[in-house]
């Protein structure tokens, strides 16, 4: 079992800035791989970034469009992202996930079809305005 808590999510204008962290406990030696997805109201829940090889690998959704950045602390169980240049379009609930690093490339591409075996945060709410 994994459990992770998100924080850092508010409300901020078009073309700011937000910093998410997500701090995992339990099980972290096995799922390797976490990751950051979000879910809009109303719309399907998209894989925005992962972090896997001890850190020495990442990946983004094609939206980020190098705007975000995912990085990891060892030290703190923690993994962060950096948001930078946000719009209106990125305004959604922000989940953290954990999951085997065996899954790690397709939960980016679709993370809906491991809602039942990687592990969820609650999310943090993540508001821009124009």
């Known amino acids: 079992q994994v459990q992770l808590v998100e924080s850092g999510g508010g409300s901020v204008q078009a073309g700011g800035s937000l910093r998410l962290s997500c701090t995992a406990s339990?099980?972290?030696?096995?799922?390797?791989?976490m990751g950051w997805s979000r879910q809009a109201p109303g719309g399907p829940r998209e894989g925005v970034a992962v972090i896997y090889g001890g850190g020495g690998v990442t990946a983004y959704g094609d939206f980020v469009k190098g705007r975000f950045t995912i990085s990891q602390d060892n030290a703190k169980n923690s993994v962060l992202l950096e948001m930078n240049d946000l719009k209106p379009e990125d305004t959604a609930f922000y989940y953290c996930?954990?999951?085997?690093?065996?899954?790690?490339?397709?939960?980016?591409?679709?993370?809906?079809?491991?809602?039942?075996?990687?592990?969820w945060g609650k999310g943090t709410l993540v508001k821009i305005s124009s």
């Open positions: 996930a954990a999951m085997k690093e065996s899954y790690c490339p397709d939960w980016l591409m679709r993370p809906r079809a491991y809602y039942g075996s990687a592990y």
């Open positions: 339990g099980d972290t030696s096995t799922n390797t791989c």
